[in-house]
Nanobody, 120 residues
Framework: QVHVVESGGGLVQPGGSLRLSCAAS????????MGWFRQAPGKEREGVSC???????VYEDSVKGRFTIARDNAKNTMYLQMNSLKPEDTAVYYC??????????????WGQGTQVTVSS
């Protein structure tokens, strides 16, 4: 059964860092384009970053230079290293197969997500 579990969120001050993890089971993560998405209260779920099967990466403009996506094939896990966090990064973060906000609208099954709160 295909399953992902997000973890690593928390409360952090502006300028701080967090590393999110997405542990996959039931499928081999590196064979697919995998993405990180986020949803802030009252806002649409949006694509943040994705990593393709060939290892190439995509970042949404607002996180470029601050976030880094990576995966560990041995652990079948994807990560999102988030540095220089801003209050506007506050959201529930999800991982799923796919990339971008348009694709997010088509995904009808999500994990529980992990809450990231950036606040002083």
């Amino acid at each position: 059964q295909v399953h992902v579990v997000e973890s690593g969120g928390g409360l952090v001050q502006p300028g701080g860092s967090l590393r999110l993890s997405c542990a996959a089971s039931g499928f081999t993560l590196n064979k697919y384009t995998m993405g990180w998405f986020r949803q802030a209260p009252g806002k649409e779920r949006e694509g943040v970053s994705c990593i393709k099967s060939d290892g190439s990466t995509v970042y949404e403009d607002s996180v470029k230079g601050r976030f880094t996506i990576a995966r560990d094939n041995a652990k079948n896990t994807m990560y999102l290293q988030m540095n220089s966090l801003k209050p506007e990064d506050t959201a529930v973060y999800y991982c799923a197969s796919g990339c971008g906000t348009v694709v997010a609208r088509l995904i009808n099954s999500w994990g529980q997500g992990t809450q990231v709160t950036v606040s002083s």
